[in-house]
């Protein structure tokens, strides 16, 4: 059985043709008869439908995956996983690289390119800690998404409940019920 694996880290990853579609069409185009996808950060070793691939692929199967930092983000993690899969008797091919092979030269090459990917998700987190701690220096910083509504929207809002009903503030300033109330609270 030739098998498929894609994963992207969120569901609007879409840049570089790594979306699932677009890995899940070029695995497809490969052979894949069955693809697993995964919405779900390659650092973790255990995500749902790479566990469900792992369990059912056998000796003689193929694993087909569109790049080498798909399976794994980490160079300790991807090196476990290539080595058991080739260990067990499946085939690993990588669209980008071609079928790896259990000989030291093959060992080196993955070895460095998997350091690269585990490198890359570093940089990643390194640049996204750093811009967070600029922004922090912002006096209107606020984490998570943006709010709704303004400091002024609630606290209007919160006087016309001291002469009307939740509903009619609702329905008035188009704040939620419990908007209202954890407002409130605060």
């Known amino acids: 059985m030739i098998y498929g694996y894609c994963r992207v880290s969120t569901r609007g990853q879409a840049k570089d043709g790594n979306?699932?579609?677009?890995?899940?069409?070029?695995?497809?185009?490969?052979?894949?008869?069955?693809?697993?996808?995964?919405?779900?950060?390659?650092?973790?070793?255990?995500r749902p439908q790479l566990d469900e691939l792992l369990s059912m692929i056998t000796e003689g199967d193929k694993l087909i995956v569109t790049k080498l930092d798909r399976i794994a983000r980490s160079a300790?993690?991807?090196?476990?996983?290539?080595?058991?899969?080739?260990?067990?008797?499946?085939?690993?091919?990588?669209?980008?690289?071609?079928?790896?092979?259990?000989?030291?030269?093959?060992?080196?090459?993955r070895t460095i390119l998997l350091a690269f990917a585990e490198f890359e998700r570093d940089m990643i987190v390194e640049r996204t800690q750093e811009g967070k701690a600029i922004a922090k220096m912002n006096p209107d910083f606020s984490e998570g998404r943006p709010k709704k509504?303004?400091?002024q929207q609630v606290q209007h809002a919160l006087e016309l409940l001291e002469n009307h009903s939740y509903k009619q503030v609702e329905q008035m300033t188009g704040i939620s019920k419990s908007t209202l109330i954890?407002?409130?609270?605060?």
């Not at 954890?182 to 605060?186: D, G, H, L, P, Q």
């Open 149 to 151: 509504y303004t400091r």
């Open 19 to 46: 979306s699932l579609e677009a890995q899940e069409t070029a695995l497809k185009a490969a052979g894949a008869e069955k693809v697993f996808c995964d919405t779900f950060t390659g650092t973790k070793a255990h």
């Open 76 to 109: 300790t993690q991807g090196i476990e996983l290539i080595q058991s899969l080739l260990d067990r008797g499946v085939t690993v091919h990588i669209l980008n690289m071609g079928i790896l092979d259990n000989t030291p030269t093959g060992k080196l090459i």
């Open 182 to 186: 954890r407002a409130k609270k605060n």
